[in-house]
């Protein structure tokens, strides 16, 4: 008698932890696509790229690109941990092959981000801080720098070692 009520209290015990299990952010991220995106045809999206801690402890990025019936986008979005709940804070989406060559968010953490298709680029500096470059497929790269300072200049360091201060639109 004395043996079963401790395996039923040990039972119990694991029964809780296994309940309590917190939920990641990939776990967050792809319930909340499904939710934002449900009965949406011709949709598709993939997570390319995700990092934890990143301004501050308890946030994260992710990178992700859509298809849809206007084409394949890259997005970055930010999110924050609360009370051990995942909340989307802010996002910012580009194309490939347009004029704007890259854009930032308008709160803190300023997040720059960009489209590179050019092999020749080396390098990407958000003032004087090294960007993280994603590859993709297709010669296709993806950047995103994180700062405190808004309107902070843009530089990409081709192969050569020639640098390029980048303009957010390509007035060409």
């Known amino acids: 008698m004395k043996r079963n009520i401790i395996i039923g209290f040990l039972f119990f015990i694991v029964f809780l932890v296994g309940c309590s299990r917190e939920q ?4 967050f991220f792809q319930q909340k696509m499904k ?4 009965g949406e045809k011709n949709y598709s999206y993939s997570l390319v790229h995700t990092e934890l801690n990143t ?5 994260a990025i992710a990178v992700f690109k859509e298809d849809k019936n206007q084409g394949e986008h890259i997005f970055i979005a930010y999110f ?4 051990n709940k995942w909340e989307w804070k802010q996002t910012r989406g580009a194309e490939w092959n347009t004029p704007v060559k890259w854009s930032s968010m308008h709160k803190v953490p300023y997040i720059y981000s960009g489209t590179i298709c050019d092999k020749s680029v080396a390098e990407v500096y958000v003032g004087d801080q090294s960007a993280k470059i994603i590859n993709l497929e297709d010669d296709k790269r ?6 405190p300072n808004e309107n902070v200049q843009v530089m990409m360091v081709k192969k050569d070692g020639t640098e390029e201060k980048i303009e957010e639109i390509d007035h060409e």
């Open 24 to 27: 990641t952010f990939e776990d």
């Open 35 to 38: 939710e934002l995106h449900k």
């Open 55 to 59: 301004f501050h402890e308890d946030d």
């Open 80 to 83: 924050e941990k609360a009370e």
């Open 142 to 147: 993806f950047w995103y720098a994180i700062s």
